[in-house]
């Protein structure tokens, strides 16, 4: 199983850039990467997704290495209400095979003014 | 904003009753899935679906059933309530194409005294 390590807690200030960094050493050859952001009694929120290199949306860019054992989510410019757990996924579900979904123990980031 | 809903939000309950938590999506997805969220913890898949007729067991093992007779509903029972039961629920949905933005409920958070 592809078990994943984050830091659990991040702190930054409103304007900076932060970058999470999710450790995944026993990434399978199809598993996917996928990063969630959680706020406090709400489900989780897609944030961004990729299998290799960069992805980069209007949110948010991924940093993916070519042994993809490890993933960098890059968060430009945060605000105070990106205050919240953000999650490292690693994994899927192909067909009929179980490749279980792995749900990285997640990192508090706490962006202050 | 992704169509799902979970009820109830919240929901207290004695030892030995047997509760069914709801879970629907109308995006037509195929995949849907249960997760277990204590406080401050990470998520553990612990139900998913293909589609209908179809389930399997998450990596938590987990006392509870679920079902999935048509392809917006994917229902959560447990059959007699215990306080170890107690925890938040996240139900979720992916379409076919993995892999897979999953689209997360609000969840029910679970009181068993």
């Known amino acids: 199983l592809a078990k994943t390590t984050q830091p659990i807690s991040m702190d930054s200030y409103e304007g900076q850039e932060v970058n999470i960094t999710c450790s995944h050493n026993n990434i399978a050859t199809n598993d996917y990467i996928t990063w969630y952001q959680q706020f406090p009694s709400q489900g989780p929120r897609f944030i961004i997704q990729g299998y290799k290199t960069k992805v980069t949306n209007e949110v948010a860019s991924l940093f993916i290495p070519a042994d993809r054992k490890s993933s960098t989510l890059s968060l430009p410019r945060v605000s105070l209400s990106d205050t919240a757990v953000y999650y490292c996924l690693v994994g899927g579900i192909y067909g009929g095979a179980t490749n279980k979904l792995i749900f990285g123990t997640g990192t508090l980031l706490a962006v202050q003014p | 904003e992704a169509d799902i809903y979970q009820t109830p939000r919240y929901l207290v309950i004695g030892t030995g009753k047997k509760i069914t938590l709801e879970c629907s999506q109308t995006m037509g997805h195929d995949k849907m899935y249960w997760y277990q969220q204590d406080p401050g913890m990470e998520l553990h898949l612990i139900h998913y679906s293909y589609g209908v007729n179809s389930t399997e067991k998450g990596d938590l093992s987990s006392e509870s059933t679920v079902s999935r007779i048509r392809t917006e509903h994917f229902p959560l029972t447990l059959e007699s309530a215990r306080p170890s039961h107690t925890s938040q629920y996240l139900c979720?949905?992916?379409?076919?194409?993995?892999?897979?933005?999953?689209?997360f409920g609000p969840g029910t958070r679970l009181t068993v005294t």
């Open positions: 979720a949905s992916s379409d076919h194409r993995g892999p897979y933005e999953q689209y």
